[in-house]
């Protein structure tokens, strides 16, 4: 008798546990976000040195739907010209699969007696790698 009521109470714990692991599996999974790489193409003069998002290589970024939004990227650094500067990348889709690139440069103060290297805005394309 002891049998009989212990075999289906063990059945409905093992099957409300596979439901809950089902359940807890299927939440993980609509929450994960996707992640979008992004290549720059754009010319980068000889010499000069950009604060740029893209120095390690494509840019990782979070994808929440399809439609592709403006970004800005804001890099600041001390720059061995003695002066102290933010880089600002702006992406602008053109369409669901490229950006426009724009990059320009603010100096935001120097040391004195510094002299500041020339400012190397310059323009590109950024696209989404697969």
């Given at each position: 008798?002891?049998?009989?009521?212990?075999?289906?109470?063990?059945?409905?714990?093992?099957?409300?546990?596979?439901?809950?692991?089902?359940?807890?599996?299927?939440?993980?999974?609509s929450?994960?976000?996707?992640?979008?790489?992004?290549?720059?193409?754009?010319?980068?003069?000889?010499?000069?040195?950009?604060?740029?998002?893209?120095?390690?290589?494509?840019?990782r970024?979070?994808?929440?739907?399809g439609?592709?939004?403006p970004?800005?990227?804001?890099?600041l650094?001390?720059?061995?010209?003695?002066?102290?500067?933010?880089?600002?990348?702006?992406?602008?889709?053109?369409?669901?699969?490229?950006?426009?690139?724009?990059?320009?440069?603010?100096?935001?103060?120097?040391?004195p007696?510094?002299?500041?290297?020339?400012?190397t805005?310059?323009?590109?394309?950024?696209?989404?790698?697969?």
């Amino acid at each position: 008798m002891l049998q009989a009521l212990t075999y289906p109470l063990y059945r409905s714990v093992a099957v409300g546990g596979l439901l809950l692991a089902l359940t807890v599996a299927q939440v993980r999974a609509s929450k994960t976000h996707h992640v979008r790489r992004l290549a720059l193409h754009a010319v980068a003069q000889p010499g000069a040195l950009y604060l740029t998002a893209w120095r390690n290589g494509p840019v990782r970024v979070p994808a929440d739907g399809g439609k592709l939004v403006p970004l800005t990227f804001e890099t600041l650094a001390a720059v061995n010209d003695g002066c102290r500067w933010e880089g600002t990348e702006t992406l602008v889709p053109i369409n669901d699969h490229s950006y426009a690139y724009r990059y320009d440069e603010t100096i935001l103060d120097c040391d004195p007696g510094a002299t500041p290297y020339l400012k190397t805005p310059r323009t590109g394309v950024v696209t989404i790698l697969p």
